[in-house]
Each structure stands twice: as C-alpha cells, then as structure tokens.
C-alpha cells in the first residue's frame, strides 16, 4: 500500500491521523511504500471507522430472527451459583 493511498481512503492526512492516534507529522515522515505493521494498523481503523466492511454483504451470514434470551439471575445471586435456602 502506498501512502498515497492511504490519505486518500480517509480524505485527508489529518483524518488518518485521528484515525491512527497519532500526529500529521508521524504520517508525513512515513515512506512512500508503507510496512506491513502500517498497512495492518490502516486497515484496522478503516474498518473501525466504517470506512471499509470487514465482511462484505455476501459473505455476512444471515442474523437469527430470535435470539435466545438470557437467563435472569436473581438480585444477590452469582453466575455458577445457586441461590441458598434461608432456614
């Protein structure tokens, strides 16, 4: 990936910095040809940011229509522990 590239996917150096957490200034003294670390951590913030689907919609499995619903613990009362009978 080139970073040429990269500022064009989010607009502006200024939003790939955002994006990334770090300064104009970092991204200025990146090489043209980017690492595969940069490539990687480009990706994941257009991803996070919703520029780019991680799944594109054909390959998304449809959602069930009804979800399992979560059993309801009793106030006080711990997941892997059964409430105790008061004597």
Avoid: C
């Avoid at 990936?1 to 955002?18: D, P, R």
């Amino acid at each position: 990936m080139e970073k040429q590239s990269a500022i064009e996917l989010f607009g502006s150096v200024t939003a790939l910095a955002a994006a990334l957490g770090i300064t104009r200034q970092a991204i200025y003294q990146w090489p043209e040809h980017l690492s595969q670390d940069q490539q990687d951590r480009i990706t994941g913030a257009a991803i996070r940011t919703g520029l780019v689907r991680k799944n594109p919609p054909e390959s998304v499995p449809p959602l069930p229509t009804t979800a399992p619903r979560r059993q309801e613990r009793r106030k006080g009362e711990r997941r892997g522990q059964e409430r105790r009978q008061r004597v």
